[in-house]
């Protein structure tokens, strides 16, 4: 029976097609000004799915385009530009797009949208950092093409007809369907991409999303309004959206209490218990899939050395952290993969047993056996984006490496667009990262780690590691998958690649009359079509 039940075409349809948009309840008085400003971290590195890196583009991203599925406030995935889709042993998956769904120029989205879409990302022309999703997704030929052995009309990707579209993969992959809610899998349109190296501003940009790009200053603002050939648009109620982007965590927080945003992306962790206080109604912190970590070049430099990541990585005392430091509601990070990811059950680590002095005094033995004492200090370069809860928690880490190990730390911070390239060209000992899930499932933290993977900072490559997540996306059982993973948390704490500091919160501020934000959803996916300004 169950392998008769494995062979069967799996059919999983919409829910009578309908899209995630603002649900205004009956007899909610609505503002008569519908325009939001919200705060983003940063200045978006690139409008264009393919180049994004980071949060600030993204957030942007998710309202200028649209992918074949979305998510709603609980991370669960419902119809985009696809109304229904059906997958045979989970290995070839056939999309069904639906017929009103446009450009913003008013043109249709086809399926062979979504074909160049996906072939632009994995072309080696493009540098896209995101195209190891398409290799993450298993989609055929994705890492020849990345490698350069064949061309990329050979993907596994294919238009049957305009709103058709269906994908191969090398190997059955349950969640691929959760995948495309992606932004790396959202479409573009080939004439707009074509048009000239200019097309992603304001006035140029040709999305399929529910708004559109009207203004941006650099490193003032990006003002976004409603899309009026977006298929749902009837249902949009934010006319304009303002987003600023603002490093500085205390600036956006004093021109929310000031009333000039509306949303922030945090809160300097310093001000929780007052602003819970002044406003609780307003503070939001729950956890997210989300891991905030340091990466350690295992290329070049003292960090090379295993036994000095292990040592640096077992003095930074974690529970400080959460509860001094931050203390608003993060946990420590004794793995990569957040406690509350779908299907995963961390084994205890070692180090959580631990006292701090206990696993102090084993990093100094590890850093003795490594060359480095009295005689020889360690010295090293920690980078940073800017940010001040990136700041305080470099300080700390900086602090506790130099009273426990000795250790000399200069510490640097760089603006996003500056601090990328520092990443991309590994000039760096240990860098602050943090890293949110694509989906919400362990191979979107455990896959980064990966050799061949662009997101792999700190240059990780363990051919044992590999071979184990390459295992996992084959298992047929949860509990299979579940063992692989443990393995290969085990394989990065003792090797220590990364330092895993603390699973993140969703901390923001957010008023009072505006409704309609996701916090629930694990990801942070939030679409500002979904949200409205009632009567205030």
Not at 338 to 349: C, D, K, L, R, Y
Not at 510 to 530: L, Q
Request: aromatic share 10%; net charge positive; with cysteine.
């Amino acid at each position: 029976m169950r392998k008769f039940l494995s062979l069967i075409c799996c059919i999983i349809i919409s829910n009578c097609s309908l899209g995630y948009a603002a649900n205004v309840p009956h007899g909610v008085v609505l503002a008569e000004k519908q325009e939001l400003v919200r705060q983003i971290k940063d200045e978006p590195a690139s409008l264009d799915p393919a180049k994004a890196v980071g949060l600030p583009e993204i957030q942007v991203i998710r309202d200028l385009y649209e992918g074949l599925v979305n998510q709603d406030e609980r991370g669960k995935i419902i119809p985009g530009v696809a109304t229904q889709w059906r997958n045979d042993n989970n290995r070839t998956w056939t999309f069904t797009l639906r017929d009103k769904a446009q450009w913003s120029d008013g043109t249709p989205v086809t399926a062979q949208d979504f074909v160049y879409s996906w072939r632009r990302l994995v072309d080696p022309k493009t540098i896209s950092p995101f195209s190891w999703f398409a290799v993450l997704a298993g989609i055929t030929n994705a890492q020849a093409i990345i490698n350069g052995k064949v061309t990329s009309d050979r993907l596994g990707v294919d238009a049957i007809d305009a709103h058709t579209l269906r994908i191969h993969l090398d190997r059955p992959l349950p969640w691929f369907a959760r995948l495309t809610a992606c932004f790396a899998f959202y479409p573009v349109q080939k004439k707009n991409v074509e048009s000239g190296k200019g097309w992603t501003q304001p006035g140029k940009l040709i999305g399929n999303g529910a708004y559109v790009l009207t203004d941006r200053i650099v490193n003032e603002k990006l003002v976004i309004e409603p899309n009026k050939y977006y298929w749902d648009n009837g249902k949009t109620v934010l006319q304009k959206v303002t987003f600023l982007p603002i490093n500085q965590e205390s600036e956006a927080t004093n021109r929310y209490l000031a009333g000039d945003i509306d949303i922030t992306e945090t809160f300097p962790r310093i001000m929780y218990h007052q602003l819970m206080k002044d406003i609780p109604e307003q503070v939001y912190t729950p956890l997210t899939l989300g891991t905030s970590y340091y990466a350690f070049n295992t290329q070049k430099g003292p960090t090379a050395d295993p036994r000095v990541r292990l040592a640096l990585s077992m003095t930074i005392n974690r529970r400080l952290i959460t509860e001094k430091v931050l203390g608003t509601g993060e946990k420590p990070a004794w793995h990569f993969t957040p406690e509350i990811t779908a299907g995963f059950v961390p084994n205890p680590s070692p180090f959580e047993k631990m006292s701090q002095e206990k696993l102090n005094a084993q990093a100094k033995i590890l850093l003795y056996a490594a060359g480095y004492g009295a005689q020889k200090h360690l010295n090293l370069r920690l980078l940073y984006n800017t940010s001040e809860n990136n700041k305080k928690i470099a300080i700390a880490v900086a602090s506790m490496w130099r009273k426990n190990l000795e250790v000399e730390v200069k510490l640097q911070n760089q603006e996003w667009k500056t601090y990328i390239d520092s990443r991309n060209n590994g000039n760096f000992d240990v860098i602050c990262a943090s890293w949110v899930g694509d989906y919400n499932e362990a191979s979107t933290f455990l896959s980064l780690l990966t050799s061949t993977h662009s997101g792999n900072i700190s240059r990780f490559n363990n051919p044992a590691y590999d071979k184990i997540i390459i295992q996992a996306t084959i298992e047929n059982t949860l509990g299979a998958r579940n063992t692989d993973y443990n393995a290969a948390e085990k394989i990065l704490r003792e090797q220590a690649p990364i330092a895993p500091i603390y699973q993140e919160t969703n901390g923001r501020l957010i008023k009072t009359w505006v409704k309609g934000y996701p916090i629930t959803n694990p990801e942070d996916m939030a679409y500002s079509r979904t949200m409205y300004i009632i009567k205030h």
